[in-house]
């Protein structure tokens, strides 16, 4: 306790120094006014040094005590989902670790009392960063370095999580587990040995859309919209190697930048949807629906089943209009309509545990209905692997998280949708599900699965290596080659696989 | 000589879309006339869009000298404010189709934002800023502290995914002409900025107000020691300023969408309009909007395509090319 | 007053208190936590030299340009493009270090030129309003043009052998960014008393005698923006040396704003504000949420932005020219007050200080 105590003094300090130097501010003004205001004069300039002292902190406590710390995002694109990932690893560690859920209305106040294989595991931190690696690389150093936690769960998107790995590979002594975060790069390229995915990269979570379009809509040529920069070219990558693989042909792709204010001219440079059989559209954030606006407004209304999307389409559906019902949406690797034990036992843990948190809209929704964002079940399944493997090594991390580490790579963790395992990059081998817009009978439109990939893993037959280059506006080329499960998808009917 | 070289510049674009342009999107306008012409009407629906977010803008600044940073900002809670009454009204929680909207469905909730973001920005300018004229700098830092906050609480409370508002459904059609179609939304973006071009004008120009708002422009000290009430029209200014934000925001959002970073989006393409245009003058701010819409349309079209991704250099370009020729704007006078 | 508890040197000209707050940041790691040095102090230095680019133009020149965020990550993305290697993204040149610092230094140096002509020929709001464009144009122009970096940033830049591994040894990275501070300083301090420096600020006060003088004024207003520029790059280099990444958002509108937010905290007519303008703002960012107060104040960690907002707002509010301001007004009273005679300390404190706030347009 007596670090947090120490900590607590030097932040009073802080809070003094700017409470007084705001109050002194006040008196700026009137310049004969020496009075109150004089001793905090040089307080600004010698306040500098004087926390310091403070900082000697005993943070070596040994591992009766293991510190967890969760990187999340509170600001940017995804800083509405902060409550929604909390609350997958704190009903993780009150469902299999003992933990008692602070606040059942407010994930992110957290858990205590947890404990694996008899060993308290704390949760120090957590970290509220913006989608960017910069801001992600601050919190992360703030986690580890100044708060001193030993594992941390995130981050949340695929370019903080570069940097995020990056980190790890430097600070062999701690371990990651990543939290929703899909970049290929992070397993593929960086491989930090203390690094670890237990959910799909963005082409695995599209694995299945490009055999679908062409086996199953009978789609020969396709049009690939994706936004320019390393999220877009990966997801979009998914789609068009096993579309290329299964025979077809990609004869366009459009590459508008992130934040583009007017979508017109993009759409322009598509084909007409007579010169094309579909469209797949990798178009995230303020851009998905204006970029469909402007596909009509440019090529007319949109035949939904000529249009396919990736999960960026799962955000946006609750805004779509309702005309959109029977186009197509690559997966999340989730699948709550899946009519298996397994789902609805999740949806039971998450119920559980809390009442109405707050959605990404900012209301207060039940947890239930909540329990199958795709970022909530990513954060669960990583906070359950990291707990299954810590009891795996009787919580012992004193070895430099030798046997943790060594754990986790081996750990097949059970999620709500099926099993999932590690590659030797430690990252996820997983089951991938290609979904349907359907409008739900109160109007609103929802999804559906209609097909299951089962076992996808990241290198998809040979187009991913760690010494081919990277998605990008030209990789991966069009071309045939076999891939292991196209052909293998299990269509499912009203949520029953007909395998 | 600037003239010159401006010449021979517009002359080598014009060459370019003309008949040089094969490889990029459009291709050379004698092959592709239809293509042009979208273009070309492209860029100027969204240079409506443009003017009218800008016109606010230069309007508070041609009379405070305040750049007001939070003008963005009130620009998104307009759409956000008209988006939750649009949902209201339609008794829906999203998934809305154009046909569910009818015209009171857009223009009650156009009035609400006009009326949100403008009573904010007169809260703004009487609670903070009106202590402090003269102090344009210090205006401008009050202005962007208010923008941080505001950015932040508009993401608690509508949340950080894109939403957006409907255009009713007797705009979501197509303009036919011959064989060539053109979305009437658009065009409807381009006529409301005629309107509010010519409603400002007729304010400034045609009324007793609009006189006393010129003649502040001026010469404030003047106008006051005539015994007008400047607080007044300084205030009134700022309502109408902020309130065109907030319609600017309603046509965004039903135009494109809304999410936290559109705030910043929209106050930088008002910036660089000004810039261009000249702060403060109205015709600045048309001639601004016209030339940013047209490289936010032409760019990407008329660039060779494996380079599209680079036209945001256009807009670089544009703002240097202005500048080195007339250092306050083209219809800018300097402080 | 409180003379009587206090020390004698709070009252001894700035110098003293300089010299004793720089003795206090030398023996710094001998008493302060690793991440108390690696983190809060060498991420105020190298944001407070770059605050201190941003205060030299504002306060001598009045020019408040806001892309001096851009300089700073132009010289990261320079020395990131240049020292990677391997990397997915960028030219991965793989060159040594210093050979990178160079080209960061130089490149930005160039391109400070090149805009400072651009912008120079405007001044006030419409200076900060180019800039800003600048700033912005620059977060766009690397998220897009993936030949020198993308969204995604560039990853795993290495800095020189001495520097090393900054999580293994954050002291000699720690000394570099006060070595590089204190030059910093004084160069500013020493350019504005140079005749090219007084020009300048003639040209702030009174740009038409200047121009009649036959002064050329936008060749000295972009003369500084270079010297701006030059030493923003040096933060720059500090910044990857300290990161080992960059990526646009490091130089985004929120980044541009925290610059001009730490300089006007410090106080917009003094160097050293910059500095004290970056602690504050670091230790905000870092200390200020976990504060249990905070949290029962409805202000949770994830509303930390509307603190920051907040306390923005009081300080602009409450004294345009921060907390340099306040304590250089103070301070200068008591001096008045307990050392009546001694006029000579009084005039030497105000040599290589704007005479006003110069941050009003």
Known sequence: ?499 | MGLGIGLLLLALIAAWVLVLATGTPAGPLIHEPRDFLSTLLNALTIAGLYFIVAAGFTLVFGLMRVVNLAHGSFFLLGGYAALEFQRFMVGKSGNISSSEVSALRWLVPLALAAAVAGIIGLITQQVFLRWFQGQDMRETLITIAISVILADQMLTHFGGLAKDIRWPGVLDHFLIVFDFRYSVPRLFMLFTAIVVGVLLWLWLHKTRTGMVIRAGVDDTAMVQALGINVQVVFALAFLVGSALAGIGGVMGGSFASLAPGVDGQWLLNSIIVVIVGGMGSLVGAMAGSLLLGLVTAFAPAYLPADFTHYSVIFTFVLLAAVLAWRPYGLFGRPE | ?361
């Open chain 3, 1 to 361: 007053m409180t003379s009587r508890s206090s020390p004698l040197s709070r009252f001894t000209p700035q110098l003293g208190v300089l010299l004793a707050v720089l003795a206090v940041l030398i023996l710094a790691p001998l008493f302060s936590t690793t991440f108390f040095v690696s983190f809060v102090l060498t991420q105020t230095l190298w944001l407070g030299i770059a605050a201190a680019s941003l205060i030299f133009l504002a306060a001598y020149g009045g020019m408040i340009s806001l892309a001096q965020t851009l300089m700073y990550g132009f010289a990261g993305f320079a020395i990131g493009n240049a020292v990677t290697q391997g990397g997915s993204k960028g030219l991965n040149l793989g060159l040594n270090p210093w050979v990178g610092v160079a080209i960061g230094i130089v490149f930005t140096t160039v391109l400070a030129f090149i805009l400072g002509l651009v912008a120079s020929r405007s001044t006030g709001l419409y200076y900060l309003m180019i800039t800003l464009t600048f700033g912005v144009i620059g977060f766009y122009f690397f998220g897009q043009v993936t030949t020198f970096s993308g969204f995604g940033g560039i990853n795993q830049i290495v800095a020189p052998d001495f520097i090393g591994e900054p999580g293994e040894h954050p002291v000699s990275l720690y000394y570099a960014a006060l070595g590089v501070s204190v030059f910093s300083f004084l160069l500013l301090r020493y350019v504005t008393r140079t005749p090219f420096g007084l020009a300048l600020q003639g040209i702030r006060d009174d740009p038409v005698r200047m121009s009649a003088l036959g002064y050329n004024l936008v060749m000295h207003r972009a003369l500084a923006f270079v010297l701006g520029g030059f030493v923003a790059s040096l933060a720059g280099v500090l910044n990857v040396w300290w990161n080992r990444q960059i990526d646009p958002a490091s130089i985004g509108i929120g980044e541009i704003l925290a610059l001009l937010i730490i300089a006007v905290i410090g106080g917009m007519n003094r160097l050293e504000g910059a500095w004290l303008g970056a602690f504050i703002y670091v230790v905000v960012n870092n200390y200020v949420r976990s504060v249990p107060l905070v949290d029962k104040i409805g202000i949770t960690e994830d509303r930390f932005n509307t603190l920051v907002g907040v306390i923005f707002l009081v300080i602009v509010l409450a004294s345009p020219n921060g907390l340099m301001g306040l304590g250089g007004s103070v301070g200068r009273l008591l001096k008045r007050i307990f050392r009546p005679a001694s006029g000579r300390a009084d005039s030497e404190d105000r040599i290589g200080e704007p005479q006003q706030p110069t941050n009003t347009g």
């Open chain 1, 1 to 499: 306790m007596s670090l947090r105590k120490s900590k607590v003094m030097r932040l009073v300090i802080m809070a003094a120094v700017i409470a007084l130097v705001a109050a002194a501010c006040g008196d700026d003004e009137e310049e004969a006014a020496p009075t109150t205001a004089a001793p905090t004069t040089a307080a600004p300039t010698t306040a500098a040094p004087e926390p310091e002292p403070e900082e000697m902190e005993e943070e070596m406590m040994g591992t009766e005590v293991i510190n967890l710390a969760v990187l999340s995002d509170c600001e940017g694109a995804f800083g509405g989902f902060h409550d929604q990932d909390l609350a997958g690893v704190v009903a993780a560690f009150a469902e299999f670790a003992g933990a008692t859920v602070t606040n059942p209305n407010k994930p992110t106040d957290g858990f205590t009392g947890a404990s694996v294989a008899g060993v308290p595991v704390e949760l120090v931190g957590i970290g509220c960063a913006d989608d960017t690696a910069d801001k992600a690389i601050e919190e992360t150093r703030r986690l580890m370095e100044q708060i001193g936690a030993d594992i941390m769960i995130g981050p949340l998107s695929g370019d903080e999580s570069i940097a995020v790995a990056n980190y790890a590979k430097d600070h062999p002594t701690q371990t990651f587990v990543n939290g929703t975060a899909g970049a290929m790069d992070t397993t593929m390229h960086v491989q930090a040995p203390n690094f670890f995915r237990f959910n799909g990269d963005g082409a695995q979570w599209n694995a299945g859309t490009g055999d679908y379009a062409k086996n199953v809509l009978g789609w020969d040529t396709a049009a690939v919209v994706m936004d320019d920069y390393s999220f877009g070219w990966t997801s979009a990558a998914g789609f068009i190697a096993e579309f290329c693989a299964a025979g077809g042909d990609v004869t366009s792709r459009v590459f508008p930048p992130l934040n583009t204010t007017d979508y017109s001219s993009f759409a322009a440079q598509l084909p007409d949807p007579d010169e094309v059989d579909g469209y797949f559209w990798v178009v995230g954030g303020t851009g998905t629906i204006p970029s469909l606006k402007a596909f009509e407004d440019a090529k007319g209304s949109l035949n939904p089943e000529q249009h396919m999307g990736n999960l960026f389409w799962e955000f946006a559906v609750g805004a779509f209009d309702p005309g959109m019902a029977g186009a197509y949406v690559g997966g999340f690797g989730t699948a709550a309509d899946l009519a298996l034990d397994s789902v609805s036992e999740h949806t039971a843990i998450m119920d559980r545990h809390f009442d109405d948190f707050p959605d990404p809209g900012g209301n207060m929704t039940p947890a239930a209905l909540q329990a199958h964002s795709g970022f909530l079940v990513n954060y669960f399944v990583a906070a359950k692997a990291l707990i299954q493997a810590l009891e795996e090594v009787g919580g012992d991390i004193s070895d430099d998280h030798q046997a943790l580490q060594a754990a986790l790579a081996d750990t097949t963790v059970e999620g709500p949708y099926g099993p999932i395992s590690l590659d030797s990059n430690r990252q996820a081998i997983v089951d991938s599900y290609v979904r349907q817009i359907v409008a739900n009978d109160d109007g609103s439109l929802g999804l559906a699965t209609v097909a299951v990939i089962p076992g996808v893993d990241q290198s998809f037959g040979g187009a991913f290596s760690p010494d081919i280059d990277p998605p990008g506006r030209e990789v991966p080329t069009c071309e045939v080659r076999d891939l292991p499960w196209i052909g293998n998808s299990v269509p499912v009917v009203d949520g029953v696989p007909q395998s």
